[in-house]
């Protein structure tokens, strides 16, 4: 967001030659302009062909209409196979990977561009990781540390590196907070602890984990254990520095990130990446190929066997310009926002239980039950009311058998929400309450 300066500047307004009244009636303009542009729903076209109030962006996040208009540009354009050919397209195509690749080089601030590995999932981004890392470094009595809260895709990749390997894997639990435990950390982390692998946010609750501190803890103790921060329910929320945090790997995906479906991002450092096999066998990941034996392409086609998803890539390209022009501040301002209204509404529904939204940070994510009332039952009778939010066991069942609760609702705000979406949810819950006879 530029500054009232800045906005006399683009328009060659002399501040010293300006009368006051000027310029108090132009910063009345920019105040007005910011605000029409501050409805960023707009931006989002699924919400004027859909009468949706919808609460599930922490599953999947809607998009902006810059982002869809990115997909038809890049196939009238564009469209080629990268790397298979000399002709202008293809090479128009490998320029577009390349692009993005720096593009999100620069979103994490990763040191160089081909530490960034394009996948199409953060699930495929951790599976890379555990077989390219976890079955090649990983050892017999070596340990895995794991948050209690992970995500499935974040724990089951890890069990199978440790039946294969005969490692093993101990659980941090969680504060009063629902926080990762620290103390518990510290007692589990040992010379042994060959990876840590934890989210940055919980995707069930929103609670923010304090990944720089667990970082520095696992170096001090262990400058060999290596740490992947599973990003893909934070990134839309808050900046990641790989750099900064000293992560060894960062995952996300797109489509969490205002992107279509099918793209993501594994990040590494590049050392270790270097020392890592291939995931996947073929296509551009190829150097040689002789009767007899292979060898394989640097980093990072080494591990983007196949051809490349190039729609994905410009598309994410374009989603992080619309993230930065937005800016994470604003991002921060609308979910926080709202989110603190919708706890309050919240509160005086005494049918309703919250989970860990006291004396903690959160990202836009709220879980929640009605008393006594299945969370797939009043899912459905929300979705009556188009309001659409997440219900079950949001695939952390660990999380879930160590809570004591079976499955819960999720509500879960981006910047094309407002308070009319928690009004819904409040009158849809309160239709629960009239059909169930709370």
Not at 6 to 28: G, H, R, T, V
Not at 255 to 282: A, E, N, Q, W
Request: aromatic share 10%.
């Amino acid at each position: 967001m530029k500054s009232w300066k800045e906005e006399f500047k683009i328009k060659n307004i002399n501040l010293k030659n300006c009368p006051q009244s000027d310029i108090i009636f132009y910063c009345l303009w920019v105040k007005l302009y910011r605000e029409v542009k501050m409805d960023y729903r707009k931006e989002f076209p699924i919400f004027k062909n859909r009468n949706n109030h919808y609460l599930d962006t922490a599953a999947t996040s809607q998009k902006p209409k810059r982002v869809l208009d990115k997909i038809m540009e890049y196939y009238e354009k564009y469209n080629g196979n990268p790397g298979r050919g000399s002709h202008t397209l293809s090479m128009e195509a490998s320029n577009l990977m390349a692009n993005a690749r720096k593009t999100v080089q620069k979103f994490i601030n990763a040191k160089y561009p081909e530490e960034v590995i394009f996948t199409k999932s953060t699930t495929e981004s951790i599976n890379l990781i555990a077989y390219s890392y976890g079955m090649e470094f990983i050892n017999e009595n070596d340990e895995i540390i794991l948050g209690i809260s992970n995500h499935h895709a974040n724990i089951v990749p890890w069990q199978f590196v440790a039946k294969k390997k005969n490692a093993k894997i101990k659980f941090v639990y969680l504060t009063e907070n629902g926080q990762f435990d620290i103390e518990d950390f510290k007692n589990k982390l040992s010379d042994k602890t060959k990876l840590v692998a934890i989210s940055a946010v919980v995707n069930v609750t929103g609670v923010i984990q304090p990944i720089k501190e667990i970082i520095e803890i696992a170096r001090n103790k262990n400058k060999n254990t290596r740490i992947l921060v599973d990003a893909a329910q934070s990134m839309l929320h808050f900046k990641h520095d790989v750099q900064e945090l000293d992560a060894d790997f960062l995952v996300f995906s797109g489509h969490k990130l205002f992107t279509p479906m099918g793209i993501g991002v594994m990040y590494g450092k590049k050392d270790i990446l270097d020392k890592m096999p291939p995931f996947l066998y073929g296509g551009d990941m190829i150097e040689f190929v002789t009767e007899e034996e292979s060898t394989f392409a640097p980093l990072p086609n080494k591990f983007e066997g196949g051809t490349q998803n190039v729609e994905g890539a410009v598309t994410l390209e374009e989603a992080i310009n619309f993230i930065e022009e937005v800016s994470y501040e604003k991002i921060n301002e609308i979910e926080n926002s709202l989110t603190e209204i919708a706890l309050e509404k919240l509160k005086k529904l005494d049918f309703v239980e919250t989970y860990f939204t006291k004396d903690v940070k959160r990202a836009g994510i709220i879980a929640f039950n009605v008393k006594n009332v299945h969370s797939h039952d009043v899912a459905f009778i929300l979705d009556s009311y188009n309001v659409a939010v997440r219900s079950g066991h949001h695939c952390a069942q660990p999380l879930m058998k160590y809570l004591g609760v079976p499955s819960c609702c999720r509500a879960s705000f981006s910047i094309y929400n407002n308070e009319e979406d928690i009004d819904k949810l409040i009158e849809g819950l309160l239709k629960v309450k009239e059909v169930f006879e709370l």
